[in-house]
């Protein structure tokens, strides 16, 4: 972490109250005191990780034609991590303080001294942050695995599957989505990082010395998908890897960074991989892992690319973004101005009271509304209040139902960001909010 913001518009502990409360993210076990560094994701946010996850395979596999989707088992052969390195590289550097005994990670720390007691601390050992498993009845070392810490090595063992079955042609990528399971010797930050997330990986391979091309190319692509999605350009940033840095695969590093509240910090890495992963596991499986150039009729092992990201860091940087508290004509309001395709709501259907003739109203505008969009019957309280409480969850829209509805047949949308409310005939809703979620 470095150059801590000013003020950040919203603290982690704020933000994470205020996900607790709406039922986007709860801690995990928590009627048992909680488990450290675990979170459980509440009915609206398993729709923001939905979308978030939806938004990235719309640009990174439906709008491209040269870049597959792929779902690979999370228990792999342990011949997996032998031969990508991780059984003996994927690991940290643990420090413990003789005092006090809390752990830290070598790189975490700048002084001598423990940071939290001031007491002396022990020589750095290597601690491989793999989870080690035991696979059918018996627990004994022929039955280790891992529980594998990134989706990467999935789309390398299945890169001639791909090749052949889709008949693909140099450059070209694999995409996945799914769990990883780091244990971590530090977590922390909310959901910044924890011991279970979920990835979302690409492998682009490419002809050996055009990857620095294509990484500049993707370093790109990242960066404005963040901003298609409504992060602020002065929160977001790329920084590249100093050569220290840079993990055993890898020839180039850049992190596209965000500005947290603890100060900025990796939201994605982009690496370039060279042809590492493909030439390690031809060599332990045997198999060829090469690609045919039919131009120069020469067998060659690709280069690759990754652009890598975690879908819980990416939920972080989306609601930090999004969140304004504002004053509105004297009062507080707190509003999540996200992107209407990440919004866990779309609509919101409000009937002004729960009077009998206005109920069967609301409800047939529900019932027109639900198959499209994802929506939300809310009959709570006064409408200001739900209007507060819809602006709190970024809901985009919500829809009115009053007493004139009764006779004229129209409703009243009113927008989350601008506050301004139109009145629209029923017959005509449906296209007046499609006008208003562009890509929902
Ligand atoms: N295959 C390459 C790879 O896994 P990484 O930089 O170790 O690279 C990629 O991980 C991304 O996964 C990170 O930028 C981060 O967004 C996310 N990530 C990694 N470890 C995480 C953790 N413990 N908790 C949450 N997200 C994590």
Redesign the pocket.
Known sequence: MSDAPSKPSVTLDELASLCKRRGFVFQSSEIYGGFESTWDYGPLGVELKRNVKAAWWKATVQERDDVAGIETSILMSPKVWQASGHATHFSDALVECKSCHHRFRGDDLSGGACPDCGGDLTEAKQFNTMFKTFVGPVEEEASVTWLR????QGMFVNFENVLTTSRRKLPFGIAQQGK?F?N?IT?GNF?????E?E?M?MEYFCKPGTDDQWYDYWREQRLGWYHRFGVRPENIRLREYDPSEL?HYSSGTT?VEYKYPMGWA????I?KRTDYDLRKHAEASGKNLSYFDEETKEHIVPYVV?P???V???MLIYLLDAYRDEEVRGEKRTVLKLHPFLAPVKVAILPLSRNEQLVPAARKVYDLLRPQFATQYDDAQSIGRRYRRQDEVGTPLCVTVDFDTLTDDAVTIRERDSMEQHRIPIANLMEALRERLPEC
């Not at 959901?191 to 011991?195: A, D, L, P, V, W």
């Not at 990796?266 to 890495?269: H, I, V």
């Open positions: 810490p990134e989706t990467a990883s780091r971590e977590t959901i910044f990082r924890t011991r997330f990835q990986e993990a992190d990796e939201l994605e890495g690496a990754e890598a990201v975690g819980d860091r990416c």
